[in-house]
């Protein structure tokens, strides 16, 4: 089965200053989707990744796929105390009947001091 | 962009009581759900795939005759936790997609308590 690991687990910022979470696959990712999540709420839908070497940018959050499609990066820049949250990746499968059937990594606590 | 629902968003219970949870695409049809299970402080797991008109899919080590699913139109489905105990208690995260623009959408979750 597919795994990803995240990194940072934790990641503790002054407001104003960039950061970059990573999500690494163990295998190619025929999807790769990036949500926030307030805890104890759902998920907000921010990016998804499709093809190796495209980045994507909303607002202040730019997300990159590598070439090898196993590897992924979401980057804050300006960093705000409304970007406080759980940040999650999560793999797609290859396609037909498995479309939408996700699997996670363990996400990202980030903080964001004012 | 498309809106998924989820009720209750709280519920408490007795242990040994059943709890329905129901999940409705607002926007939008959805043959395909996807039910996800969410322990404190740690990722989504993926409970099962709800499909439109037959079977659900469980994965492996969920027991399908304790999480009952129905998908009974294209835009509701419902997952029973039967005969509840307290190591049931979780947030249960339900999902739809569109896959025309690859976009999936995530209900609000609902906190499940068993006492």
């Known amino acids: 089965s597919q795994e990803l690991e995240q990194s940072p687990q934790s990641l503790i910022v002054q407001e104003g200053k960039n950061l970059t979470i990573n999500c690494t696959s163990s295998k190619t990712l025929y999807g790769l989707y990036w949500y926030k999540q307030k805890y104890g709420e759902g998920l907000i839908f921010l990016m998804m990744l499709q093809k190796g070497g495209e980045e994507k940018s909303h607002e202040k959050i730019t997300a990159k796929l590598d070439e090898k499609k196993q590897q992924s990066s979401l980057h804050i820049t300006a960093s705000q105390p409304s970007h406080a949250g759980i940040y999650l990746c999560?793999?797609?499968?290859?396609?037909?009947?498995?479309?939408?059937?996700?699997?996670f990594g363990q996400g990202t606590i980030l903080t964001v001091h004012p | 962009g498309a809106v998924v629902s989820q009720h209750p968003s709280r519920v408490i219970c007795k242990s040994g009581t059943s709890v329905k949870i129901e999940c409705r695409s607002l926007d939008f049809q959805a043959t395909t759900m996807f039910w996800y299970r969410q322990f404190p402080k740690q990722s989504l797991m993926l409970m099962a795939t709800s499909n439109e008109g037959s079977k659900a899919t469980y994965e492996q080590g969920v027991e399908k005759d304790k999480f009952l699913i129905n998908h009974a139109s294209l835009t509701l489905s419902t997952l029973t936790v039967t005969s509840a105990h307290p190591e049931d208690s979780s947030f249960y995260i339900c999902s739809a997609g569109l896959p025309h623009l690859n976009e999936q959408f995530f209900g609000p979750g609902t906190r499940l308590t068993v006492l």
């Open positions: 999560g793999a797609g499968s290859a396609g037909g009947t498995s479309y939408g059937k996700l699997t």
